[in-house]
């Protein structure tokens, strides 16, 4: 699933291509909204929050999408063949008198008057790669402690047992925009047990949990930020455990494992070192054995 600088940076994209200019195409292949009419509308601007895109238009309304697992957009210059937006996948088709944007794949679509989007949004936690968010950093690490208290931001877990930190990071209720990539980096750069409990950070060494938290949130931030100025984009950033299973930790040799976290339907994988990042955790899934143990 794409995570917050990949949304981040179409959403810079779409505006781009979008803002200050009429749409004279506005095609929504999504039965709730397919005569919503755009074609007109100015677009105003194109903004992102967490993995949510929002399209405002001068007429009031918004055009909200995600990506879910597999979506994208596609920008071409409008009259070329690349612009015709023929495909089956195809299901938003957003054109100017310059640009085309095509949504392949989106997995929402919802048209909203624009002082409306909080009932879409509301929620979310803090926006990971907001302007406000080192402002708004502990009102998301008091979003996550309070649903270690409860066992889980829908009370999936005993509360007794708490919430695994890798799975209060992957919900967007605690802070939007965190996806396996960055929880998986974040947790490993601050050797951070992906299955600890959130009441349970900081220790055995004393640190305090909320502080544990806002370091790991930082990073986060940090990690993906770092990703939308690089030159290759986000997808050429260099990972210190995703993706790396069975392979030397960056760190200190041992090999990097993977294990699920979520609760049945929503299991996502996560990697970590289990020499940096240390304590109990899932059987590993398909691991291998590389580097030193």
């Not at 909204?33 to 755009?38: I, Q």
């Not at 001068?58 to 979506?71: I, K, N, Q, S, Y």
């Not at 490993?188 to 900081?202: K, M, Q, T």
Request: net charge positive; with cysteine.
């Amino acid at each position: 699933m794409p995570e917050g600088d990949v949304v981040l940076l179409t959403a810079r994209r779409l505006h781009a291509a979008l803002a200050g200019r009429p749409l004279v195409r506005a095609e929504l292949r999504w039965p709730t909204v397919a005569e919503a009419g755009l074609a007109g509308c100015t677009v105003r601007e194109v903004v992102a929050y967490g993995k949510h895109l929002l399209v405002r238009l001068d007429d009031g309304r918004t055009l909200h999408t995600h990506l879910r697992m597999d979506g994208y957009w596609r920008i071409a210059r409008t009259g070329t063949p690349e612009a015709r937006g023929a495909s089956p996948g195809v299901r938003a088709a957003l054109a100017n008198d310059l640009w085309t944007c095509l949504g392949h794949r989106l997995g929402m679509l919802d048209v909203v008057a624009t002082r409306d989007e909080h009932r879409l949004l509301s929620h979310l936690g803090p926006d990971l790669l907001a302007d406000d968010f080192p402002d708004r950093v502990d009102e998301a690490v008091g979003r996550l402690v309070a649903a270690d208290a409860v066992g889980g931001f829908h009370h999936e877990r005993p509360p007794a047992v708490g919430l695994p930190v890798g799975d209060a990071l992957l919900s967007q209720q605690g802070v939007a925009g965190i996806g396996t990539i960055y929880a998986s980096e974040s947790l490993a750069a601050e050797r951070v047990h992906p299955w600890a409990a959130v009441r349970d950070l900081g220790l055995p060494s004393g640190g305090a949990r909320d502080a544990v938290l806002r370091r790991v949130l930082l990073t986060a931030r940090r990690l993906e930020q770092e990703a939308l100025v690089a030159r290759g984009g986000p997808a050429d950033v260099p990972r210190a455990v995703y993706g790396r299973e069975g392979r030397p930790c960056r760190r200190c040799g041992t090999a990097v494992l993977r294990g699920v976290v979520n609760l049945p339907p929503y299991e996502r994988q996560l990697y970590w070192c289990p020499a940096c990042q240390p304590g109990p955790g899932p059987q590993p899934t398909g691991a291998r054995s590389s580097g030193a143990r």
